[in-house]
């Protein structure tokens, strides 16, 4: 009776009673009502959604909101129209749930044995871009006879340095974030909202730095054609790959500024949300442009296989739409139409061949499947005019890289890759080698010239380093072969000797033009110096193995290899990835200084080997780095604590996954060495 007295009708009703139409009884004021509890529902009471009043003062306050916020979209993306833009998200949004696709995680059936996986942006520290570290436990990519992690492998192996078991590296992201903030904070020294920045400036701003840093040496890009679609008013139809375009020359120009890591991941992920299977059902030289982009910016961010098949599908598109041929309907193109069409062709060419030697993988562009001209050494800025010039403009580097690229091919696929006859492997060595004689007599004048502009500083010595490092790789492989064209010894100390010019010239491009420097150029800078102390490395390893070096040539080695060691500790302030080869460098010093293998001469494998210590490979205890200076971007006319992490383990294994991507690979450079001795 107690119970039944407590009964009363609520004031608003349950939802499942207001569903019923009927009447809300509540036992007791907090538990659910008669009917709730007995049918076992849930028993909830909705609460009105608050409402703003539809008044002309509200009614006027969201319209200019939207005004604003549509103004931001605009200034972020001058080329979007907004509402061609909602319409395919909710397209998009609609179709993904309707397919049950998950964004999130992987395959549980995934075989990593025989396929890869990189990781994301959040794990970007764990490889490298330039292949020279081994390949990390993501997967297994194939690496051929030409990447350069197989040199530093080779180089453990001939000491005798067992692998230790396979342990993680932590605190790398930590280190790249913080780099990343530190550069940014030079570039903008004060918070964007206190400089009152507005993102239509800074949009410039990174634009103006990709042209000036990046173009220059790879013009993937027609810089008056761009700045054309850029200045058109939004809504305005233009070209349909541009905002891919746009978006991919943001993300490029932050990493080279070293700015804010996850701003460049946006406008990388903005750039790839772009793209579906329906892009590939059609062909256009925008897109092909753009691919190329996305390519090279993965490449430069760590992600070097999706990177290559990003180049991969920007070629055969590019084949596709004829761009290795003269068009037979040339009257239909004007003189810079042609021009831009060549530059393209010729900047995929050497970025292919560039992948393809990184890796070891087959050439998929060759020269002979060509007959267009090298590009012209004419302006950008009279788009009319045909007359070459006798100075540097945006495209004197790709003249000269495409002839590099040319060489390169031949060399991968006669010499490091080839199976010929001795008598053949000896006349392609011998062109090889004279071919890069002929390269350097026929480089114009201003290549070697004091008195040239400071934003081809840069792109004029990484042409010069990359001949360096292509010729320091055909010795290498000729010491392979018992050709006849030049003995084994000859071959190596002729490597060696390529790789101290190549330590030195880097070196003192840093110390000259140190204000010149970006991450672009640091990004190669490290790999050159790295791969060239690995050569030295290697070379007084082998040298071991028949007679013991003269003092000379060890203290000369150790000088060398001191001074990338200080090289790479200036360029750990611009790319981490400098930071770890200085790691990979003084720790494989200090192995091959405490132990290193002694065979005899004789061929064959050796049960006995003996151990002796090697002087002259130590380096002094490691000291605080240098913070270099950033006045490149002023320079060039745009408006706008290095030491190691204590986590790091220095079991070998560990500094293989260390060592992933960086370009060349030398697999076969080592195939008659019998490194399994030292296994």
Not at 359 to 367: A, I, Q, Y
Not at 408 to 421: C, Q, T
């Amino acid at each position: 009776m107690a119970g039944a007295a407590s009964q009363h009708v609520a004031t608003k009703a349950c939802t499942e009673c207001q569903k019923r139409k009927t009447r809300c009884i509540v036992i007791n004021n907090g538990q659910p009502c008669r009917y709730c509890a007995r049918a076992g529902k849930t028993c909830t009471v909705s609460v009105p959604p608050v409402r703003t009043p539809l008044t002309r003062k509200n009614l006027e306050a969201v319209e200019a909101r939207c005004a604003r916020l549509a103004r931001l979209v605009h200034s972020l993306n001058p080329t979007i129209n907004i509402e061609e833009a909602i319409a395919k998200d909710d397209i998009a949004s609609d179709t993904i749930q309707s397919i049950g696709v998950s964004t999130e995680g992987e395959s549980p059936t995934a075989d990593r044995a025989d396929g890869w996986r990189e990781p994301n942006f959040e794990h970007v520290g764990d490889s490298d871009g330039m292949a020279s570290l081994p390949q990390a436990n993501n997967g297994r990519a194939f690496l051929g006879s030409s990447s350069g992690s197989f040199l530093y492998q080779r180089a453990t192996q001939l000491a005798g340095i067992q692998a230790a078991s396979t342990s993680s590296i932590t605190g790398r992201r930590d280190t790249r974030e913080q780099l990343s903030l530190s550069r940014a904070s030079q570039m903008f020294p004060l918070p964007l909202a206190e400089q009152r920045l507005t993102a239509s400036f800074r949009s410039a701003y990174l634009v103006d730095v990709y042209f000036v840093c990046y173009n220059v040496p790879c013009p993937i890009l027609h810089e008056p054609t761009f700045r054309q679609g850029l200045s058109r008013r939004a809504g305005i139809k233009q070209d349909e790959w541009f905002p891919l375009q746009y978006q991919l020359v943001l993300a490029m120009g932050y990493w080279i500024i070293g700015g804010d890591e996850g701003l460049q991941v946006s406008f990388y992920q903005a750039a790839r949300a772009q793209l579906s299977l329906e892009c590939f059902e059609s062909g256009s030289l925008s897109l092909v442009q753009a691919l190329l982009l996305m390519g090279n910016y993965l490449q430069k961010r760590d992600r070097p296989n999706t990177g290559y098949n990003y180049v991969g599908l920007a070629g055969r598109m590019a084949i596709g739409l004829g761009l290795h041929r003269r068009p037979t309907d040339g009257g239909t193109y004007s003189n810079m139409q042609l021009e831009i069409r060549r530059r393209i062709f010729w900047t995929l060419f050497s970025l292919e061949s560039g992948f393809a030697l990184t890796t070891g993988r087959p050439t998929l562009v060759e020269e002979t499947v060509t007959d267009l001209s090298l590009p012209s050494n004419i302006d950008d800025e009279d788009p009319s005019s045909v007359d070459i010039r006798n100075r540097p403009t945006s495209c004197s580097a790709i003249i000269a890289q495409s002839q590099l690229a040319i060489i390169a091919n031949r060399l991968h696929k006669d010499i490091i890759n080839g199976k010929s006859a001795l008598l053949d492997l000896h006349a392609c060595k011998k062109s090889v080698h004279e071919s890069f004689i002929v390269w350097k007599a026929q480089l114009p004048r201003y290549f070697f010239d004091a008195g040239v502009p400071d934003w081809f500083r840069g792109p004029r010595a990484m042409v010069l380093w990359k001949e360096q490092n292509l010729r320091m790789i055909f010795w290498r492989a000729c010491r392979r072969s018992n050709c006849g064209y030049v003995s084994s010894e000859e071959a190596a100390l002729r490597a060696s000797e390529t790789a101290i010019e190549s330590i030195r010239d880097v070196s003192e491009f840093h110390n000259t033009n140190s204000t010149l420097l970006n991450q672009n150029i640091a990004w190669y800078s490290t790999y050159f110096i790295f791969q060239s102390a690995l050569v030295i490395i290697l070379g007084h390893l082998e040298a071991l193995r028949t007679s013991r070096p003269a003092t000379e040539t060890t203290r000369q080695n150790q000088d060398m290899l001191e001074l990338a060691r200080n090289s790479l500790r200036a360029l750990s302030t611009w790319t981490p990835a400098a930071k770890r080869c200085r790691f990979v460098l003084e720790t494989l010093a200090r192995a091959v200084t405490t132990t290193v293998p002694n065979t005899s001469a004789t061929d064959g494998p050796s049960n006995d080997v003996q151990m002796e210590q090697v002087s002259g490979f130590s380096f002094p205890s490691q000291t605080p780095g240098d913070t270099a200076t950033n006045d490149f971007l002023s320079q060039m006319g745009i408006t706008g604590n290095d030491t190691m992490p204590d986590q790091f383990d220095t079991s070998f294994d560990v500094l293989f996954q260390q060592m992933q991507n960086f370009e060349g690979d030398w697999t076969q450079d080592f195939s008659d060495l019998g490194f399994n001795d030292f296994s």
